[in-house]
């Protein structure tokens, strides 16, 4: 029913800043919390940040905070991860996904993108 596609991965060297974007279709966008999460190779995959429906709430994990802003634009079904200052430890792929509470366990998330891969060198 919802069809999301993150874009906006790439190499980038430590301090930089880089945009994640995803683009969602098929829900009625304005209505869902999103979240952003990411899989490093050999982890699980972590939350990082998570925005309401309305794009007024949003919760971080603590190695986001103050680095990382989750951004949304519902007219545009539009849902943002902007990364400030990455590190190596910020490599992984990292994935969209809707869910139907603002929430930070990823079984709460029941449609997630293909992944977008960030590598980040020193």
């Known amino acids: 029913q919802v069809q999301l596609v993150e874009s906006g991965g790439g190499l980038v060297q430590a301090g930089d800043s880089l945009r994640l974007s995803c683009a969602a279709s098929g829900r009625t966008f304005s209505n869902y919390p999103m979240g952003w999460f990411r899989q490093a190779p050999g982890k699980e995959r972590e939350f990082v940040a998570a925005i309401s429906g309305s794009g007024l709430g949003k919760t971080y994990a603590d190695f986001a905070k103050g680095r990382f802003t989750i951004t949304r634009d519902n007219t545009h079904n539009m849902v943002f991860l902007q990364m400030n200052s990455p590190k190596p430890e910020d490599t992984a792929v990292y994935y969209c996904?809707?869910?139907?509470?603002?929430?930070?366990?990823?079984?709460?998330?029941?449609?997630w993108g293909q992944g977008t891969q960030v590598t980040v060198s020193a």
């Open positions: 996904a809707s869910s139907r509470v603002l929430a930070r366990e990823n079984s709460a998330y029941d449609y």
